[in-house]
């Protein structure tokens, strides 16, 4: 909370007070400067208690869900449908969470009854431009049931391995032929919704991309090389197992997460506790 007389004091100051007044958003006032300062404050506290998340996970609306298409009026898109989008993708983040607090997504390895339950979990909705709204999740398991210590790399590479795949999954339907060592991925639904929502695509940030002055991909995804396996960086964040040159924009995910979803879910193994910030 912050006092009155403090530096905070002038956050949600009305400039255009022509009283020349000051006033005030308390802190109750749901979406205030004070508001989301507490909730970010209590983010890094459960950080600073508890330690460093597990995961972090973006869920997007897709704007061609069954729910949403179904509801529309002739000539309508989804865009002109903020309400039907909003209580629809509530909806399905909803039970995504439940699944991933059951153990649906996130099990043990070699024990499937036994999954990772949940330290703490944090989650912010925003929305895009056109007005389609995401989820950012913050997770942390806990330490004591099959969740490798951040510094047994080798334990913690096999355990990204095992719930986070950036594999391009090829099917008999396409054209380009397999590459060596590649094998083809018999869940086509799994395949046609990887191909759909998970294949990045660069292009130049003056229309709203990746591509700096430079014409460098920001997210990475312009790299060259391929590796058989996940390592991590000099700041701990991981290289993930890329096999093929298919591979190499393919977002991480969750193969299970992702087919429930049916849109954009990205996964990522949080390397760093600068995540919930």
């Keep these: 909370m912050f006092g009155i007389g403090g530096e905070d004091d002038n956050l949600d100051r009305d400039e255009d007070n022509e009283s020349n007044e000051k006033t005030f958003l308390s802190q109750s006032m749901h979406g205030s400067r004070r508001h989301l ?63 991933i607090r059951r153990g649906k997504y996130f099990n043990v390895k070699n024990t499937p009854n036994k999954y990772h339950e949940i330290k703490f979990e944090v989650r912010v909705i925003e929305y895009q431009r056109r007005g389609l709204p995401h989820a950012h ?28 795949t950036t594999v391009f999954p090829s099917t008999p339907d396409d054209e380009q032929p397999l590459e060596i060592g590649e094998s083809f991925e018999e869940d086509t639904e799994y395949a046609k919704i990887t191909k759909s929502h998970m294949i990045h695509k660069c292009f130049s940030e003056t229309n709203g991309g990746c591509k700096n002055e430079n014409n460098i991909c920001s997210k990475g995804y312009d790299a060259t090389f391929v590796s058989e396996e996940t390592t991590f960086d ?44």
């Design 137 to 164: 999740l913050v997770l942390k398991f806990k330490d004591d049931d099959g969740m490798p210590k951040y510094e047994d790399k080798l334990a913690l590479a096999e355990w990204i391995d095992y719930h986070i």
């Design 37 to 99: 300062r507490s909730l970010a404050k209590n983010a890094l506290t459960l950080v600073s208690e508890y330690g460093r998340p597990s995961l972090f996970i973006t869920l997007t609306c897709n704007p061609n869900w069954p729910e949403i298409i179904e509801q529309l009026l002739p000539g309508q898109t989804a865009f002109d449908r903020g309400d039907i989008v909003c209580q629809v993708f509530y909806r399905k983040l909803q039970a995504v969470l439940v699944n």
């Design 234 to 277: 000099e700041k701990g964040f991981p290289q993930y197992r890329r096999p093929t040159i298919k591979s190499l924009y393919v977002v991480p995910h969750n193969k299970k997460l992702l087919k429930d979803w049916n849109g954009h879910a990205n996964v990522e193994f949080a390397g760093s506790t600068y995540t919930v910030i």
